[in-house]
C-alpha cells in the first residue's frame, strides 16, 4: 500500500514539474473533442488554461483549430495565450486553417499578432493564400496583414497565390496595392511565379498590373576556381567554389578539351539559388573562330547541354528530372586569358530554370609542366528565369 502512495506522489510530483496535471489534459482534450461543459468545470477546478499536450499544443489552439468559438470565449477570458507558436503552430494559424474568420476576429480581439511568423517566414496571410482561403485572406488584409512580407524563399501572399492558381485572390491583393519591384529574393517575384508555372491569368492580371519580372542574380552568385588542362590527352580537371547567401557552391569538374571543342561535366554541385540538392551536369561545346591573329581569338560557340537533376526548385516544387538544352554564347581569348557570354535554354520544363545568360572569365596562371594552359576562373549567373 505504501508502495501505491509513493508512486501515485512520483506520477503527481513529475505532472506538477513539467506544469501537467491531469485536469490539464483533460481542458486540452475537452477543447480537442468541443466539449464546452467539460471545458467550463474544469476551468472553474483551477485547470491551467496554457498547459500544453505531448504535441505542444493548448486548448486554444484546438479551440481555433476547429471553430469552436463558445470554447474560445471561455478559454480567452481565462487568459489562454493567443499568440505563443507551439510546435510552430498558435491558434491564429489554426484559425486560418479552418478558414474561420468569426475565431480570428476573436482572437485578433484579444491581442493576437495578425503578423506573426512561423519557422519557414510563413505568416497568416500567406497560408490562407496557399490554401485559397478568400474569406480569410480578405479578413486578414482588412485587419492589417502585411501584403508584402517575404517568407523565407521570398515570396509574398501574391506569389504565393500565383503558385497555386487561385486568381480570385491574386485579384483581392492586387485590388489593395502590392508593391511592383523590390522584392529581395530574384525568381520568386510574383510575376516570375505566374511565368514559371504558366498561370496565364495571372501573368495577365499582374504585367497589366504593373508587375516586374526580376531573375538577376546578385553578386553572391559569384563563384570561382581553378582548373588545369594536362597533355598529351588535354583533360581538363579543377574545383570551382563559392557562397551563395551563405551557402557554399562546388563543383568538380572535368573533360575533354581541344582547340575547338569542349565537353566536360560537373558534379556535387549545391546552390541556394537553384536550392539544388544534386546536379550532374555535362555539355559539348564547339568554338568556332570568327577572327584570329597570333593569341587572340574572338568567335562564337554553341552547344548541347543534359543535365541529372535532384532538389528543390524556385518556387518550392520537388524535382527528379533528366533535363536537356542548347548553348550559343561568344568567347574572346588572349595570352592572358578568355572571357565567355554563353546562354542555356533547357527544352523541358526543368523546374530550376528555362533559360540562363551567364559569364566565365578566365585569368591565365603559371604555366605548370605537362599542361596546355592553367586557368583561374570565375563565373556569375546574370540572369535565370
Known amino acids: 500500500m505504501n508502495r501505491i502512495i ?19 489534459l483533460n481542458l486540452i482534450k475537452a477543447a480537442y473533442d468541443g466539449n464546452e461543459a467539460t471545458v467550463t468545470s474544469l476551468l472553474t477546478k483551477g485547470a491551467n488554461v496554457n498547459a500544453t499536450d505531448a504535441e505542444g499544443y493548448t486548448a486554444i489552439i484546438y479551440a481555433s483549430a476547429y471553430g469552436y468559438v463558445e470554447i474560445m470565449k471561455k478559454l480567452i477570458a481565462k487568459g489562454a495565450d493567443v499568440s505563443k507558436l507551439r ?87 492586387l485590388q489593395n496595392n502590392p508593391k511592383k519591384a523590390g522584392y529581395t529574393k530574384p ?8 511565368d514559371y508555372v504558366e498561370n496565364s491569368i495571372a501573368k495577365d492580371k499582374l504585367t497589366k498590373y504593373g508587375m516586374k519580372e526580376n531573375s538577376t542574380p546578385g553578386l553572391e552568385y559569384l563563384s570561382g576556381g581553378v582548373a588545369f588542362f594536362v597533355t598529351p590527352f588535354d583533360i581538363m580537371s579543377g574545383a570551382q567554389a563559392g557562397v551563395h547567401e551563405g551557402m557554399f557552391k562546388i563543383d568538380l569538374i572535368g573533360g575533354y578539351v581541344t582547340e575547338s571543342t569542349y565537353s566536360g561535366f560537373s558534379m556535387f554541385t549545391n546552390t541556394k539559388y537553384n536550392k539544388t540538392k544534386e546536379l550532374y551536369y555535362g555539355a559539348v ?51 592572358l586569358g578568355l572571357f565567355r557570354l554563353n546562354y542555356t535554354y533547357l527544352i523541358p520544363e526543368s523546374g530550376f530554370y528555362k533559360s540562363r545568360i551567364s559569364f566565365a572569365v578566365g585569368v591565365k596562371l603559371y604555366k605548370f609542366k605537362n599542361s596546355t594552359e592553367n586557368f583561374i576562373f570565375a563565373d556569375k549567373t546574370l540572369y535565370m528565369l
Open 87 to 173: 510546435n510552430d503552430v498558435n491558434p491564429v494559424f489554426a484559425a486560418v486553417n479552418n478558414n474561420n474568420t468569426v475565431a480570428l476576429d476573436l482572437l485578433i480581439a484579444a491581442g493576437a499578432d495578425i503578423n506573426c511568423i512561423d519557422i519557414n517566414g510563413y505568416t497568416p496571410l500567406m497560408f490562407a493564400a496557399q490554401e485559397g482561403y478568400i474569406e480569410s485572406v480578405e479578413y486578414l488584409i482588412s485587419k492589417g496583414a502585411k501584403i508584402d512580407a517575404e517568407n523565407n524563399d521570398g515570396h509574398t501572399a501574391l506569389s504565393i497565390a500565383t503558385q497555386n492558381n487561385f486568381n480570385d485572390i491574386v485579384d483581392f491583393i
Open 285 to 335: 561545346y564547339k568554338r568556332i573562330d570568327v577572327y584570329r591573329k597570333a593569341k587572340v581569338s574572338v568567335g562564337v560557340s554553341f552547344g548541347a547541354d543534359g543535365m541529372l537533376a535532384s532538389g528543390e526548385s524556385q518556387i518550392g516544387t520537388t524535382v527528379n528530372k533528366i533535363l536537356y538544352g542548347a548553348s550559343i554564347g561568344g568567347f574572346y581569348k588572349s595570352g
Open 6 to 24: 509513493f508512486i501515485s506522489l512520483i506520477i503527481l510530483f513529475s505532472n506538477s514539474l513539467f506544469g501537467q496535471t491531469q485536469n490539464d
Open 187 to 194: 525568381a520568386t517575384t510574383p510575376l516570375n511565379t505566374a
